[in-house]
C-alpha cells in the first residue's frame, strides 16, 4: 500500500494519475453519513489524536457521539517514555505491592507490578518521579516506581497516630531535599515534622493556642516563597515560617476575606500557579466549585475567571500548574476520578466536568469514581544513581 504522509504527496499522487470523470447520481450528495458502520467509525477515531478533532468527531451527529474511543489507541509501553507528560498514580490497596497509572488524555492503563516496597503503605506525595510513602507512624521511605530505588529515611521517635500529609522539595537523591510532615491538626493546634537530607533525626515543632482556629483541609501543604502554606477547610491559611537557623519556627493563621464556599465546601486543593497560589473549593461531588488565587498582600481570595495556557491537576497527596503540552488541555482542572476508562476534568470555558473520550458532560460529580491512596506524578529523565546517593545520610570511606 502506497503511504502519503503530507498534503504535498496527496497532491503529487494525483498530479501524476489521470482523472477520469464519471456521472454523478444525484442520490449520492444525500447520503446519509450516520449509515457508516461503526467499525469505520472507530478507526477513524482511532486516528484523531488531537483533542479539538475528537471533540467535533463526536459533535458530527448523535450516531457518531455514541461510538466510544477504542481503549488502545494511543498504546504506551512505560509512563517513562511520555516525559512531559503527567500521570496519576494509583496504589490499588493498603496490602498492595503494584501501582496502576492513568494518562489524562488517552484511556491507557500502565501498571507496575511486584515491588515488595510498597506493601503496608500509604502513598503521600510525588516529585520528580518519586512517591513518599509511609508504614506506620515512625517510618517513611521514598521510592522510585520506575527503577525501584529506594532511599529510607530516619525513623521518627515519637507516636503521634498517622501521617496527615507531607511534602519533599527537590529529588531524594539531591543534597537539596528537605520533607516537612503534618502529623496533626486540630483547629488552635499544629505538629511538623521536618528533616533536611544528611540529617539523622526528625525537628518537631508543635504549635498551641493558635488563633483564629483553623481546620485544615484534607490537602497537602505547599512551599511558596520559603514558607509552608497550610490551607484551612474554608479558606483560612496556615503560614509555617521554617528557619533552620533560628532556635524556633514560626507558625501563624490567617483570616482570608471573601471564602468562595463557605460553610458548604467538600473538598479543598491549594496549588501554586506563576508564582501565585491558587485554591479550589468543591461542594459535595462538586455541584458547585470555585477557583480562586490567594491576594498575599490583602490576604483575600480572587476569583479566576480563566487559567490561560495551564493545566491545573489536583489531588489530596499532590497538586500542581503545568503549560499546556497539546492543544486543547489548556483552562482545565484535571481530578484523581475516572469516568470509565478516561480521566474527569472540569472545564473552565464551559463550566462542565468532561473527559476527553467518552461522552460524560455534566454539572457535577455524580457517576465518576474516585482514585483514593493516588497523586499525580511526572516521570523524570533522571540519569542513574550512585549507592551513595540513595543513602540519606553521608556515607564515609
Known sequence: MEDYSSEDDWEHRFEEK?????QED????????TGLPSELLSEMLT??????????????????????????????????????????????????????????????RYALHDIPDLAHTVLL??????????RGQKT????????????????????????????FLSDPTSPDCKVFGVVSFLDNWAHFFTIHRGENSWVRHIFSDLSPRMFQSECHPVFHNQKLYCLGKHGGMGVFEFNPEAEESKYSVHEVLCSPLEDETFESYLVECEGELMAVFLSYMGTKISVVRLDEERMEWRKVESLGDFMVFISVGTSFARKKTVDGMENKIYFPRLSGDYTVFYCLATERYKTFGNNFCQKDLYETREQLNCCWTEPS????????????????A
Open 381 to 396: 529523565a533522571r540519569t542513574s544513581t550512585s549507592p551513595q546517593q540513595l543513602h540519606w545520610l553521608p556515607q564515609h
Open 140 to 167: 517513611l521511605f521514598f521510592i522510585n516506581p520506575f527503577t525501584k530505588e529506594r532511599v529510607d529515611l530516619p525513623e521518627t521517635e515519637h507516636s503521634f497516630g498517622e501521617w496527615k500529609s507531607a511534602i
Open 125 to 134: 506525595h510525588s516529585n520528580n518521579g518519586w512517591l513518599l510513602m509511609s
Open 47 to 108: 486516528n484523531l489524536h488531537h483533542p479539538q478533532a475528537r471533540f467535533f468527531f463526536h459533535k458530527v451527529c448523535k450516531y457518531w457521539d455514541s461510538i466510544e474511543d477504542p481503549k488502545h489507541h494511543c498504546p504506551l509501553i512505560s509512563p517513562t517514555l511520555q516525559l512531559q507528560s503527567q500521570w496519576l498514580v494509583h496504589k490499588d490497596t493498603y496490602f498492595g505491592t503494584f501501582c496502576k497509572f492513568f494518562h489524562p488524555f488517552y484511556p491507557d
Open 18 to 22: 489521470e482523472v477520469v470523470k464519471v
Open 26 to 33: 444525484p442520490e449520492d450528495n444525500k447520503r446519509d453519513w
